[in-house]
């Protein structure tokens, strides 16, 4: 069965720090990885992940993938209590669907 | 871009009732949409496709007489939770592709059912 794993579930850490995010992934019919940050209401997309070993990068955020191994990291730099919220990550279950698998989430804590 | 609206955003209703969420794309066609439910603290659970123009398709478990889907136009779907009960309340989130894998979200609607 495909399935997303993220860890760690939660993550409790200190303005200034930086954090890195795993999400490791079994899908069949791999075509992507997608990063999602969710705070009070409804997730927000971050990145797309589809090649090896490129690096997406958006402000104090970046994310890269790695097919070989099956997973992505999602690196937070300079972290604020702003950056606090659940981050998701999701797979497109196969090549014809657009129907995403989610992963559990890491609950990330950023504490002044 | 890529705008997704909820609409209510939090109902209190009665057991036995039924109500309604729309989601909207409001700057995109959106052929496809999505409805998930979540738990607290758990993640996201995919519910059913609405394709406009079409039926929808129900994740395995998820009881189509239950969770009626209509999808009436490119910008519009709708979800009607009838009879509902105790054990629906939840966080309904939506989301509508632009074409390709990735999905924006609607808000979420918070439903209690009392």
């Known amino acids: 069965e495909d399935k997303v794993v993220q860890s760690p579930l939660s993550l409790v850490v200190h303005e200034g720090d930086t954090v890195t995010l795993n999400c490791s992934y079994e899908?069949?019919?791999?075509?992507?990885l997608l990063w999602y940050k969710q705070e009070k209401k409804a997730p927000t997309f971050l990145f797309m992940l589809?090649?090896?070993?490129i690096e997406k990068k958006s402000g104090r955020l970046s994310s890269i993938l790695d097919k070989k191994e099956l997973f992505s990291i999602l690196n937070i730099t300079a972290t604020q209590t702003g950056d606090s919220a659940i981050y998701l990550c999701?797979?497109?279950?196969?090549?014809?669907?657009?129907?995403?698998?989610f992963g559990t989430g890491t609950r990330l804590q950023v504490f002044p | 871009g890529a705008v997704v609206s909820q609409h209510p955003s939090r109902v209190i209703c009665k057991s036995g009732t039924s109500v309604k969420i729309e989601c909207r794309s409001l700057?995109?066609?959106?052929?496809?949409m999505f409805w998930y439910r979540q738990f607290p603290k758990k993640s996201l659970m995919l519910m059913a496709t609405?394709?406009?123009?079409?039926?929808?398709?129900?994740e395995q478990g998820v009881e189509k007489d239950k969770f009626l889907i209509n999808h009436a136009s490119l910008t519009l779907s709708t979800l009607t939770v009838t009879s509902a009960h105790p054990e629906d309340s939840s966080f309904y989130i939506c989301?509508?592709?632009?074409?390709?894998?990735?999905?924006?979200f609607g808000p979420g609607t918070r439903l209690l059912v009392l």
């Open positions: 899908v069949t019919n791999f075509r992507s």
């Open positions: 609405s394709n406009e123009g079409s039926k929808a398709t129900y």
């Open positions: 989301s509508a592709g632009a074409g390709g894998e990735t999905q924006y």
């Open positions: 999701a797979a497109p279950r196969d090549y014809n669907t657009d129907k995403l698998i």
């Open positions: 700057d995109f066609q959106a052929t496809t």
């Open positions: 589809t090649s090896s070993g």
